[in-house]
């Protein structure tokens, strides 16, 4: 069990590797079918024709399995990931077969001026697919607290 | 059957308005155990002595949501809603029983340089509670196509 981080135990270039998760072409559906229902992320023939040329998981797919590694292997935050929000960009797409990794870096620390016990982290987390290629890069501000003292 | 938009359709200003989505407990818990398995999305006691204060949904499930409406009744782009990126936050967490609208604005429209077939639209999605309040302020850049002449 990974200590669990503060404020205090942060610093500009940490970095955090997560585990990996491999995307299948059901899971890609099936997301698809709830979130995001355009026929590129649902048909075979339809995204062959489409933009992305081949089957390709809805953004907010790669989003969400981006956030579920954060979470379950990535930076260990006390009082857990919680996000204000950030800027994504897709630079691909993920395909079926893809086993994602997520690769954190502290971009930036800054304790609240107003409150004391907290303060912000900025991470660019990129995730990856198994050929090491960004199909996500995301920079987030984090809440973060300060260790008791 | 709304006419699919192209470039030449959008102009700075327009605003599309989705239908709405009701959020539950049980999706809220769902979504939470498949992508961000954090307490405060998972367990209405956990949440209430959290920074939440109560039961929250996941930032990318406010997300996903959005996306599901802006697909099914927001701004019907040709060739589908495809993002490239875009800036989001999360002014405040989406609860259980919150009704969720979306409203789209565009702030920009963009004709590719390179590509004459093709150009980007800036779109600002504000995703609203039941209230009117906002639970995610998202600016994306999306592909649009021009009409083909």
């Known amino acids: 069990m990974t200590t669990e981080l503060h404020l205090e135990d942060l610093m500009v270039g940490q970095l955090f590797t997560s585990g990996s998760h491999a995307v299948t072409v ?6 698809a079918r709830q979130f995001d229902p355009q026929p590129f992320h649902l048909d075979e023939a ?3 024709q489409s933009f992305f040329g081949g089957l390709a998981a809805s953004g907010w ?8 590694l954060l979470v379950e292997s990535g ?7 919680i996000g204000a929000g950030g800027e994504l ?3 691909q797409a993920t395909r079926p077969g893809d086993v994602l990794t997520v690769v954190s870096e502290v971009l930036a620390v800054t304790p609240s001026r107003s409150r ?7 991470v660019k987390c990129e995730t990856r697919n198994q050929r090491g290629e960004a199909v996500q890069v995301m920079t987030s501000r984090m809440l973060v607290w300060r260790r008791k003292s």
Chains 1, 2 share one sequence.
């Open 116 to 122: 004391p016990e907290r303060g912000f982290v900025t």
């Open 75 to 81: 930076m260990r935050l006390a009082g857990g990931l």
């Open 46 to 48: 339809a995204a062959a």
């Open 89 to 91: 960009t897709w630079p």
């Open 61 to 68: 797919h790669t989003a969400a399995i981006t956030m579920k």
């Open 26 to 31: 059901e899971a890609i559906k099936a997301f």
